[in-house]
């Protein structure tokens, strides 16, 4: 065989920075459960959950069953020999920091609690029971009432004890009527009584399952965290609107234990984890065929990046001789920076979506066209805030809660416009990136003197001390979301409707402004009909046109501008509906 | 129950942008193969892989072990009846883009052989078949000889076969002898011979057992990649010195199923599963009792982070009034940017460290004492390059290249700048970035006027073609690791090496500096001793002294500074080794 038909690829980039440290003792979580074929909930979605938390995973297996979202086919249980087998020999051999329970048999908890019961109770690790009803999954394998019994007998033993309002019911042994779960203080209550029944210092009582119809609490899941020092926090998040929920359980409990084994405080796990399903039903997945209707499973993996890309992307990245496509060359190219120059990028303008574009106008008609963005963009730029000032009705206390917002806006601006520069295409546009900054500081400083002079201010400090309020957290989080993990065309499209949308809102009602013309509002007005601010538009019509050329995935740059559209409008009606006593 | 006694907390954070697109379909990989209950190997290893690659993982059990490193304590096998139910419920049911089967049983083969016959050949999933013999890992289910007839059974179904040399050895029916392993060229035939004997379209040979001993390939992992098209992939990877290699297989197969079901070529999932295996091993991971001396596990987690940690840094975070440990309310105040300012950090610089340093000197002795930083260092600032510079005795082509790769240097180092600016946590810190990389232009037109006058270039375009060696590739891509992923202290530190370095390094050889008053390495020389210089180093020693106040684990500080001066000193030697013919 000749060498002349092969091709050597040398594969050797050293592993991320993150992993400076090599054998790391990684936190080791263990889950003592049942298996779930289709890979939504038992172990599976635990072991997915450990992997998302940074830790190492080990496994306990009670019982298998063959399922999907739409039936329970198959249910085989572990042999006491094997399973016990099992779990001593993780206990004996293997660190297990934490250990969380699912779905389990008579024999498994039997074994278990033998198990633990051998450990002196400071050695333990922590222990996550949810405890599981198996009938409600549809599996016969064990009674309700003797999976009570087992709980209560595992409970003592546990750190944490999660039950959702059908499994605290049975274990208060009472119907789901009777908890009475009117108020979050009856919530407080009866996680109080489970404490006490069942003997576990600390309960999650989670509410996912209550509807709170006819109360405020419509529309917001409330868990409560009642602890062994009677302390007790009531966690609440918006419900989301999903049908993929399956496995949400067992994901929430190993989030838990995961957080617990990194040596988190019980509080902090809990949040952790009631945030980490929050995103995972938020972000959904499609896994199932199309003829499954049930409830899909959940998104473990929402927040991690395909290593294949990331390298890909990395400078070290030795294989470019490999056949990839043109996306992922493009975004390596993008993630080189200027060693792919700006010219090689625009050789991809020939598309006929380019075209398209070049018939009808300006890629910016595009975006505020499509109907994902419209309804968001005409909010924002014909918002009550705007035409409340030029008209003078606006309240002072409302404009001065704004501008310090605003002021905290642009400081948050000129970091971003910095990460905008790290990741340009072309020298130009790092240079442009960073001219931008500059002036920014320099518009920061008129801003000063402006609320100084206004608002009589005296101490500079006053400014290191603006709170951002919830709206701008959110736009700054956005932002820096898109700056760290997006394209520069990305950011390029995060950043540009905060430069359109003043300078058209403010043209809506030009004809309008009848604010005194010593009023620092009408100056505000003009600022953003200044012939620098149009000339400023102009360039952003033409970055647009460019940066559309450089990608063919239109759809993440209408997302992009409807999200920012909606916080610019978010923005703007957190002053106008700002009330001093906030 | 009085409301005054309960936190209220809420946990409303948006998914992060990574996810935009809600439901989005995740690649799915169903894994069919054995249980292990320690986590390193088996389904588990798989699960790992599949969610670090981002994947949805469906399981197929055909048994279960109870196992450490240490020993197999016991083997279940799962009734044919049950696998078979859980294999046709996933492929009726679920989408299923990708298999990998590990460690299988003669009921389980028999059963995925009659499930893939039954679907069209163009309509069948990628399947990697990683044909484990069981013999080797202790188990006695079944018999080599009959693993090798039921993976020959197997192997006309798969899109690849992923055997190692001693698997190859059975799969060809004879000794490892017999393979003659000697060049890398008899790896391509035994490849190709592995094709014909087994019917598989593609073969990977993976050469990790083979040592090479007494030829060039020693201290190289080869891997042959032998595809239907009868072409020939070579990977090649560094040896790691490690002796956590359990699971290296499964994960491997895992990897590259993974990556095929991302829609990635084969050639391009091999190198994408070779890197992610070779990483693993390199970081490792210590799970295990101290008792333990076999083989651990690799780390699968290496590149993810901690949700937790990073919903702690996030700007839309809600729940500071839980407690948590100074070291994150650091890291969060770090992350948040200004509105931690900085005279809140230095509120925490009494630590008895600093004051050991204040007794000692300035935190940059400290660092290059270091026994971690000391030796790198010591190569660095004393090296041959400077002193052939400062003799005249170095050849103008190295030093042609040198200053090429410097000039591509400073302009990524002003990327950097960038990144330390968005992360500062003070205004003036950010300023003084800012500076900085107005500053790095400057230096850098500098640099262009210098080479074109004395290199004679003409035109300005020859910058920007400028290709960026394998140094100065590894130099930058530390950098961008620190800077998307390190905190501002660390960054800074990685930062630091360059300036201190060059001043360092110039004054040891001022004395020896007898190159010609007009010569440009003269004017190089000067540059570094130049009073502006020891000015910027003045304030680079102030620094340091600073962030030292701001962290406790000056470990880590140790490791950047070792691993930065480490590759400052490759990028000399690049520039002394330099051949034009390269």
Not at 95 to 106: F, H, P, S
Not at 194 to 199: A, C, P
Not at 355 to 366: A, P, V
Not at 461 to 477: E, V
């Amino acid at each position: 065989m000749s060498s002349s038909e092969k091709q050597k690829v040398v594969v050797n980039t050293a592993p991320p920075y993150v992993a400076l440290r090599p054998n790391d003792k990684l936190a080791t979580v263990m889950t003592v459960a049942t298996s779930d074929s289709s890979g939504g909930a038992g172990i599976e979605a635990d072991l997915k959950t450990f992997t998302a938390h940074k830790c190492y995973g080990l496994t306990c297996l009670a019982a298998l069953t063959a399922q999907t979202p739409k039936n329970i086919y198959s249910i085989h249980e572990v042999p006491r020999e094997h399973f016990k087998l099992a779990l001593t020999a993780n206990m004996r051999d293997m660190r297990v920091d934490a250990i969380k329970t699912g779905m389990l048999t008579k024999n498994s908890v039997e074994v278990l609690i033998e198990a633990l019961s051998e450990i002196e109770p400071t050695k333990r690790p922590a222990l996550v029971v949810d405890p599981v009803l198996v009938a409600s999954s549809g599996a016969t394998l064990v009674s309700d009432d003797s999976v009570v019994q087992q709980i209560k007998l595992l409970a003592p033993l546990a750190s944490l004890l999660t039950p959702n309002i059908h499994e605290a019911s049975k274990l208060l042994g009472c119907s789901e009527e009777m908890l009475k779960l009117n108020t979050v203080d009856d919530m407080i209550s009866r996680a109080k009584d489970l404490q006490k029944e069942t003997g576990c210092p600390n309960i999650l009582l989670k509410g996912g399952h209550v509807s709170w119809e006819g109360t405020e609490l419509k529309g917001i899941v409330t868990d409560v965290l009642y602890t062994a020092s009677n302390e007790c926090i009531v966690y609440q998040s918006d419900r989301c609107d999903s049908k993929n929920t399956h496995g949400t359980g067992c994901t929430l409990a190993s989030a838990i234990a995961s957080n617990l084994a990194h040596g988190e405080t019980l509080e902090h796990a809990v949040y952790g984890g009631i945030q980490y399903v929050h995103n995972a039903i938020q972000v959904g997945c499609e896994v199932t065929r199309s003829h499954i209707e049930e409830n899909g499973p959940i998104n473990h993996v929402y927040a991690i990046k395909m290593p294949l890309l990331e390298m890909v992307k990395d400078l070290c990245y030795s294989a470019h001789a490999l056949a990839i496509n043109s996306e992922r060359e493009l975004a390596a190219k993008d993630a080189r920076g200027r060693s792919g120059s700006s010219s090689s990028q625009n050789s991809s303008s020939t598309s006929s979506l380019v075209s398209q574009i070049r018939d009808s106008g300006h890629f910016f008609e595009y975006l505020i066209s499509d109907p994902r963005v419209k309804p968001h963009w005409e909010s924002y730029v014909n918002h009550e805030f705007v035409r409340k000032v030029a008209n003078g009705t606006l309240e002072r206390e409302k404009f001065r809660f704004f501008l310090e917002q605003d002021y905290a806006y642009l400081d948050n601006y000129a970091q971003i416009h910095c990460l905008a520069a790290s990741k340009a295409p072309a020298v130009e546009d790092f240079d442009k990136s960073v001219e931008i900054v500059t002036k920014i500081k320099t518009e920061m400083e008129k801003h000063r003197e402006k609320m100084m002079s206004h608002f009589k201010i005296e101490d500079m400090k006053h400014f290191d001390t603006i709170r951002m309020g919830p709206a701008l957290r959110n736009y700054a989080r956005f932002f820096d979301d898109v700056a760290k993990n997006g394209s520069w065309v990305h950011l390029c499209a995060a950043l540009s409707p905060c430069l359109m949308g003043y300078g058209h809102a403010l043209r809506k009602v030009e004809k309008d402004i009848t604010v005194d013309k010593d009023d620092i509002y009408y100056a505000w007005c003009q600022d953003y009909l200044a012939p620098w601010y149009v000339e400023g538009m102009e360039e952003g019509l033409i970055l647009l046109d460019r940066i559309c050329q450089m990608t063919d995935d239109w759809d993440t740059l209408c997302e992009i501008y409807a999200a920012v559209c909606k916080l610019e409008t978010e923005f703007w009606d957190a002053a106008l509906h700002y009330q001093e006593s906030n």
